[in-house]
């Protein structure tokens, strides 16, 4: 079973930066378990849950209009940890943020598809002050 664990997070000034790490747990690349997709979402009490960032098994990223230029997503070359770095931190980037995994069989993988995650971690707060 593939768990996700989501590290990081803290609160920090205006302008300052954090740096969020995602571990996945109990994961093994075999031919029926491939890691399509890795990304990072944020969601705000009462807002629908948004899409931050994403990178896909060919390491093409992929990050919301409100975080390019300041948010950074990377992924290790054993493609099982996730980061996200946060630099030029505002208040309206405080939120829970929750990392994601696409996970599937490798004959259903199809470049150019979209990520379908199946796998979320708990979440870690971000609070970023004025």
């Known amino acids: 079973q593939v768990q996700l664990v989501e590290s990081g997070g803290g609160s920090v000034q205006s302008g300052g930066s954090l740096r969020l790490s995602c571990a996945a747990s109990g994961y093994t690349y075999s031919r029926s378990s491939v890691i399509y997709c890795m990304g990072w979402f944020r969601q705000v009490p009462g807002k629908e849950r948004e899409g931050v960032a994403d990178?896909?098994?060919?390491?093409?990223?992929t990050y919301a209009d409100s975080v390019k230029g300041r948010f950074t997503i990377s992924k290790d070359n054993a493609k099982t940890t996730l980061a996200l770095q946060m630099n030029s931190l505002n208040p309206e980037d405080t939120a829970m943020y929750y990392c994601?995994?696409?996970?599937?069989?490798?004959?259903?993988?199809?470049?150019?598809?979209?990520?379908?995650?199946?796998?979320w971690g708990q979440g870690t707060q971000v609070t970023v002050s004025s």
């Open positions: 990178v896909d098994i060919d390491g093409m990223t």
């Open positions: 994601a995994a696409d996970v599937r069989a490798g004959w259903l993988v199809r470049r150019g598809d979209s990520c379908q995650y199946n796998i």
